[in-house]
């Protein structure tokens, strides 16, 4: 499957990468721009590409029958949205459970544009102590960017501003909910 990837990526897509998908066993990895249900094949594409497992978050409902076996052998693992629970809470608490999980989020928690970025994926990382790794769908350039990996400090706005530059330039599919 890494060699089709890379065939599909590189040659019939003509995209190519800037940077190298660090190495690490847990991670959250945020994801921006997220304009498009296209993403998510994308990203399928990606992680076959960086011959990584990389992980995702759903509804609970998502993983029942029929489709919920499905759900998890793609990555998938189940969590519980409800207003009643602690999201942050329960997504560190797979962390520990885990030995390896790499969880893939959109900062913008939408395919639609936003003035601000959600902080989950900021607290999440916080909370399983891990690091937080960027990752650019710039498709007005065909290109996806791997930074290094950033632990998130005592200065959510700085952090904030850190990474937001690290976006600066990157193109959704549908550009204008860049």
């Not at 942050?88 to 885990?98: Q, S």
Request: glycine share 6%; with cysteine.
């Amino acid at each position: 499957m890494h060699t089709l990837a890379k065939f599909i990526y590189f040659r019939l897509l003509g995209w190519k990468t800037v940077g190298e998908f660090p190495e690490l066993d847990k991670c959250v990895v945020a994801v921006v721009p997220h304009t498009s249900w296209f993403d998510f094949f994308l990203g399928l594409l990606v992680r076959r590409l960086v011959n990584q497992e990389i992980n995702f978050i759903g509804k609970k409902s998502l993983f029942r029958p029929p489709f919920g076996w499905y759900f998890r052998w793609m990555g998938g693992a189940p969590i519980d949205r409800s207003k009643s629970n602690d999201t942050v809470t329960a997504i560190a608490n797979i962390f520990n459970e885990k030995e390896v999980f790499r969880l893939a989020l959109s900062p913008e928690g939408t395919r639609k544009k936003v003035e601000k970025w959600k902080t989950g994926f900021y607290y999440i990382a916080k909370a399983a102590n891990v690091p937080i790794i960027l990752v650019a769908f710039d498709y007005g350039h065909k290109c996806v960017k791997f930074s290094q990996p950033y632990v998130p400090t005592e200065n959510i706005a700085e952090d904030f501003n850190n990474y937001k530059n690290f976006f600066k330039g990157s193109i959704g599919k549908i550009p204008e909910y860049t």
